[in-house]
């Protein structure tokens, strides 16, 4: 075990991050598809992370899907679809179209729902398909306080609403995680509604994200918490998670560490390395760059794969768009997510658009400095414990 110095925080069977990342031009391997079959959604949430030029009403055909995901499994073969629609019960036929697709083709499929809509759209999205056919429902849910949860979704019926689906679709045999995005509005509700879902509702699989900075964030008021308050409370989180029953899954993909944690878990304490990334000179160190995630938004007119998802949403790069009459994938060559990620000073590419800031690291009144980055790094979900 390596203890972290702030907060005893806890990294096991941890590989030094320069140890893993070996940049390569190609992806190796089958491919985890981040899927967004539709524009449409059923909520205008306060904090939404999709850009609001993606907020239409486009999606794709049954037939579309089919040539698309048969051309990424020539080329790459796939592992997983993740349907993220912007909403899939938004399109039910379709959602379950692509579920059977999956199914047909031995791919493990993984869908997330903001759980509004009325069990009788999910019956018909979920129609003939055994339950242990879908690997994970993941449910949006943003705290336990009724309250809060409708005014960050924007929608007074959006908890019992939740409520109600999470009980249908626990009582007919699916497989949930529940996922957080926290800002500063539910921060202090977080870890009362783990151990009430946990304990009243039996949950065991959670995800906590920190709210990107969307435009429709900051128009709202909703403020992103600094990396003190983050740091403290993903500490507080795991320290919870050993008191709870059974848990399957607690993920965190953003955390933040000092200068010492950044030399020990990310360079092999080589202070060369620390020094070339406090100078800011490309470290090639995001996961994306060798990672077989890949983030597709597709309907009927265009068909975009990015590397990854932040800079697909907010900055609209991407690596490939697809060619429906040559039925191919063209590489982009000016806007290329990928050259970004190679070329970022920072250790996650992303994270000044995250936070809207200047710099990737906050710094409190003794000078201390935390940076946000990107803990997929350091090791598997299994692998890691704080």
Known sequence: MKVMEKGNMIVSNAKPLITQIKPRKKINGKVYITYNICETCNLNCLFCCINNNYHGQKSISKENSDIILNQIK???????????????????????????????????????????????????????????????????????????????RNNNKSFLNAMRTINYLKCNGYNIRIQTTICDINYDTILDSVKELNNKYNITSFAFHCMSMSDRAIKNGLHHLNAFKWRNLVTSLFKLKHSLKNIQEFSIPIIAMTENELLRLYFNNSKQLLNNFKKRRPMK??????????????????????????????????????????????????????NIIKNSKTLCPVILTELNKTQDYEEDEKGNKLYYVCRVLLASEEDLDF
């Open 285 to 338: 160190l995001c996961p994306a760059i060798n990672g077989n995630n890949i983030y597709l938004k597709a309907n009927n007119e265009d068909v975009y794969i990015s590397k990854c998802q932040i800079l697909f949403d907010n900055i609209e790069n991407y690596s490939f768009k697809f060619d429906y009459n040559k039925k191919k994938f063209n590489t982009n060559k000016k806007n290329n997510d990928y």
């Open 74 to 152: 020539k080329n790459y073969g796939i592992d997983t679809i993740f349907i993220m629609a912007n909403e899939p019960t938004t399109q039910p036929e379709l959602t379950n179209h692509i579920i059977k697709y999956a199914i047909k083709n031995h791919i493990k499929i993984k869908i997330v729902s903001n759980v509004f809509a009325p069990i009788n759209t999910y019956q018909k999205m979920l129609l003939d398909i055994n339950p242990k056919n879908i690997n994970k429902i993941t449910i949006s849910l943003d705290s336990m306080n009724e309250k809060i949860h409708n005014y960050i």
